[in-house]
């Protein structure tokens, strides 16, 4: 099973995603794929924040920090398992930028391709994957060619995994509200 939540930055589409995974769990273990990066201070203080709000829950959370090994998480998966990915957006943006992979669309389309298919067996192999990922498309697309082929591509990866999720949702001001499927209660 799989749980999209897009929404923009810090609308509370995280905390949102974590209760849903919470919900889901029912007594299996939590994997919180953070893919973030501390690359500027206020990215080090939202990472502070995450880790502070997860440690404050009654929840026990395996911890997967970028940079993490896809294939690790998913031979570490068992059945009843639940895995939130904490953002699809940071994710995509460090496989595109860390390389050159931004510079042709066969090489952004195979990226995206392989997070697709990182996530789907995820979900393959556990309860749920529940995946939070930002909307950036509604001040347009840049003229800038590399930021223009990220956002293409992450269009992509949102409709094809909104396409199999069993849940679509997106979160505006704290508020959710449901695209696709029943919120987990």
Known sequence: ???????????GKSEAAEACAIRLSRGGRLHYIATAQATDEEMAERIRRHRERRAAQAACWTVWEALFSSQEIAASLRPDDVVLLDCLTAWLAYE?????????????????CRIFDEVRAWAAACRAVVIVSNELFSGGVPDD??????????????????????????????LLRVKKGRWPQ
Do not use: I, N, P
């Open 1 to 11: 099973m799989m749980v999209f939540v897009s929404g923009a930055v810090r609308s």
């Open 96 to 112: 595109l930028f860390s390389g050159e992979s931004w510079k042709t669309d066969a090489a952004a389309q195979a990226v995206a």
């Open 145 to 174: 060619f590399g930021t223009f082929r990220y956002m293409k591509m992450l269009g992509w990866l949102h409709q094809q995994l909104v396409a199999e999720a069993a849940v679509a949702a997106v979160v505006e001001c704290g």
